[in-house]
């Protein structure tokens, strides 16, 4: 059992920059493949980033590539989202997400465990 909470979510101008971090609970953190996924009002959730076991590789949607980075630190059983020259179209709540499988990273059907989600607004 993993539970995740992301944190560092809030109100930002645009061109502006955030940092998300979701922390895990519980064993073997590093055995999960980790994806953050977004929600905007009024539409479906969808695919931001994901990041490999030990982080040797990471998995962008076209919107964020370039100006989200994902990584992540075992040692500390946490998950980051580096966003930097944010737009208005990135408002929506984030979510991570946690799973075993190898692959299918775009999938949210695959994930296992998620977060609450955190708010991100970014106003123009």
């Known amino acids: 059992q993993v539970q995740l909470v992301e944190s560092g979510g809030g109100l930002v101008q645009a061109v502006g920059s955030l940092r998300l971090s979701c922390a895990a609970s519980?064993?073997?953190?590093?055995?999960?493949?980790m994806g953050w996924f977004r929600q905007a009002p009024g539409k479906e959730r969808e695919f931001a980033a994901a990041?490999?076991?030990?982080?040797?590789?990471?998995y962008y949607a076209d919107s964020v590539k370039g100006r989200f980075t994902i990584s992540r630190d075992n040692a500390k059983n946490t998950v980051y989202l580096q966003m930097n020259s944010l737009k208005p179209e990135d408002t929506a709540v984030y979510y991570c997400?946690?799973?075993?499988?190898?692959?299918?990273?775009?999938?949210?059907?695959?994930?296992?465990?998620w977060g609450q989600g955190t708010q991100v607004t970014v106003s123009s």
């Open positions: 997400a946690a799973k075993r499988q190898y692959g299918s990273w775009w999938f949210e059907n695959r994930y296992d465990y």
């Open positions: 990041i490999t076991w030990i982080g040797t590789s990471t």
């Open positions: 519980g064993r073997s953190f590093s055995s999960y493949e």
